[in-house]
């Protein structure tokens, strides 16, 4: 489970069991993802693997944490359902005789209903949001805004997001000549409509507005018409998941300045293709991905990225993790004409050119040591 996860309150919560600290040591190994709804809330998917005695015995939970819920909330819901997976393995082992089963309900008093309730809100979720902080100094001070709204609905049919969003920025430094203030926004809104095809076909429509300083856009708007191929069932995509994406459209581009390419305002279309894979196995996680795009009057005019994750298990104990993301970028058309100042550049108020962006990390683990790692002891 990953760092999300809270392992000490399950360890807690469930101490029937030993906890070891590598998977070659266990006898059931338990493999927990996360797959946010957006502003609809969270699923966990626990796959539960016997090996040893439990060999070939594969079992899979769900168990869905609304938004609404607080963090001790999902964890309970999380570790409740995980004491349920870990039954059939309890009741073929000899703590058997130490399990009792008890119903939170009176069965005298509740009855399944036939059929499903009515959804008064039809599946749709809201969200309403604001926040800020301040900072300040004898020689600077900052101060940023933010707010916004969401409304989200999700079936197994379709999914729309709509979101709008606000964003306000100021920050002052004191000098011996004079006080610097440096103001920045970014206003937007995101929306998105995807149906289900098949279990494998997705058709979507993305739009996008913008207003932003660093971005120097005055006013942006687009629409994007989008298709999607899974090459694995959808329903598998908690362990497996390789796609392929192709989005084709465009829109209107207002810039705050005029652009590197004498631009004040302009139409602009284009498409992109993505390839991306995501793997979540007993020997670890892969995740990787292509993609690339252009503008349809200037094929010179395009981006081509590259990104992969792999976190795997070599032995019992040796764990390595690696990561890289690299962008060839030749799109940046909104570019303010002419030269930056000096305070632009050190507070990143505008975004400056580059022909390509490039990160990576690697990570070696290796652990020995006692093979049970169960004791919970929260003193400081």
Known sequence: CPRWCDTDFIQQEIPLVNYVRDKELAQVHVIITRHGGGSTGTSYIMTILGSGPFSGMINELRYWAPSTNTADQNRRGYT????????????????????????????????????????????????????????????????????????????????????????????????????????????????????????????????????STFHNFKFNAELKPAIEYSLFPYQEATKRSITFAYRIGGGYFNYLERTIFNKTEEFLFGHSIQASARFQQPWGSVRAGISGSHYFHDFTANRASIFGHLSLRIFQGFAISLSTDLELINDLVAIPLGDLSLEDILLEQSRQSTSYQISGSIGLSYTFGSGSTGVYNPRF
């Open 80 to 211: 409740n359902v995980l004491k349920i997976g870990l039954a059939p393995y309890i009741a073929g082992s000899s703590m058997a005789p130490f399990v009792q089963v008890n119903f939170s309900y009176d069965a005298g008093e509740v009855r399944r209903e036939d059929g499903p309730k009515e959804d008064a809100w039809k599946n749709w979720v809201f969200e309403i949001y604001a926040g800020g902080n301040f900072n300040k100094e004898e020689k600077s001070s900052s101060m940023n805004f933010r707010y916004g709204f969401s409304a989200e609905k999700r079936t197994d049919e379709i999914k729309i997001q709509i979101r709008p969003y606000f964003n306000y920025n100021e920050r002052n430094y004191v000098t011996d000549d004079a006080t610097i203030t440096r103001v920045s926004h970014r206003n937007g809104f995101d929306g998105s409509l995807v149906h289900s095809i098949s279990n494998r076909w997705s058709a979507g429509l993305f739009s996008s507005m913008l207003s």
